[in-house]
């Protein structure tokens, strides 16, 4: 089932309760799932609704980097993909907004779907150069943790991460957490607390970091970044 959404730009804020500061302390990625005609989550038919204008040139991202972290979800560990399908008018402002995917937390959804009423983008053209109205699908990636903030982030907010994503994603195994590939990315970037070689970090760290998470929930005063790096081969 789909969620749609009409607001004004002035009303975005309020409506989603979000702080603009914290829109720039996680990272939230925009990517355009599909360019028009629109296709959903499935992959199916765009609805009838949808522009039957033949489109020789797609629509362009212009203001798209409004997309912020609601505070109340950074806190309580909410992370996840949140895709929208939406109408983009001639002239380049959003409308019907769409939910189609949700990343599990109200919160995110509400502000993904609060700030794509900002969005804007250069209309689609026709075969005569003339705007048309029509329809795309763009995910928002909301994720807490940065190549720079992972080495200081606390045990304690990795416990609170953890506790979110088993509830949410209870069918899932904890390497899906967004903190399980952005530590191994750093680790074999050479940016990790180990000196390991690259064969004996892939082989050590799924076992690596469940240990991790173990001394986080034992050790909550603690860094993660410190306790993964005790389970890492030449660290120990």
Same mark, same amino acid.
């Given at each position: ?13 309020? =409506?989603? %309760? ?25 992959? /199916?038919? !765009? ?5 039957? &204008?033949?489109?020789?040139? !797609? ?6 980097? *409004?997309?912020?972290?609601?505070? $109340? ?12 399908? *939406?109408?983009?008018? &001639?002239?380049?402002?959003? #409308? #019907? ?20 009423? &900002?969005?804007? *983008? ?9 705007? &048309? ?23 304690? $907010? ?12 209870? $069918? ?9 590939? =952005? ?5 074999? #970037? %050479?940016?990790?607390? /180990?000196? %390991? ?11 690596? *970091? ?27």
């Amino acid at each position: 089932m789909t969620r749609s959404l009409r607001a004004s730009p002035a009303k975005a804020l309020a =409506l989603a %309760g979000i702080s603009r500061a914290t829109g720039l302390i996680a990272l939230a990625v925009l990517t355009m799932a599909s360019p028009c005609p629109a296709r959903t989550a499935e992959g /199916t038919a !765009p609805p009838s609704s949808a522009p039957s &204008v033949a489109i020789k040139q !797609p629509p362009r991202p212009l203001a798209t980097g *409004f997309r912020p972290y609601p505070a $109340e979800a950074m806190r309580d560990g909410h992370q996840g993909l949140v895709r929208l399908r *939406f109408t983009i008018k &001639v002239n380049g402002q959003t #409308d #019907d907004i769409e939910l189609i995917t949700s990343s599990r937390s109200p919160a995110l959804d509400r502000a993904a779907m609060q700030a794509a009423t &900002v969005w804007r *983008f250069k209309p689609a053209m026709d075969a005569n150069g003339q705007p &048309v109205a029509s329809k795309a699908v763009q995910d928002v990636v909301y994720r807490k943790d940065s190549e720079d903030s992972l080495p200081s982030k606390k045990c304690s $907010e990795l416990n609170t991460d953890l506790a979110w994503f088993k509830t949410a994603y209870a $069918e899932l195994p904890l390497s899906k957490m967004p903190v399980y590939d =952005l530590s191994i990315t750093l680790l074999l #970037d %050479g940016s990790g607390p /180990t000196s %390991g070689t690259e064969a004996e970090i892939k082989a050590e760290y799924p076992q690596a *970091f469940e240990r991790a998470l173990a001394r986080c929930a034992a050790q909550p005063d603690g860094l993660y970044w410190d306790a993964l790096k005790r389970e890492l081969p030449g660290k120990r």
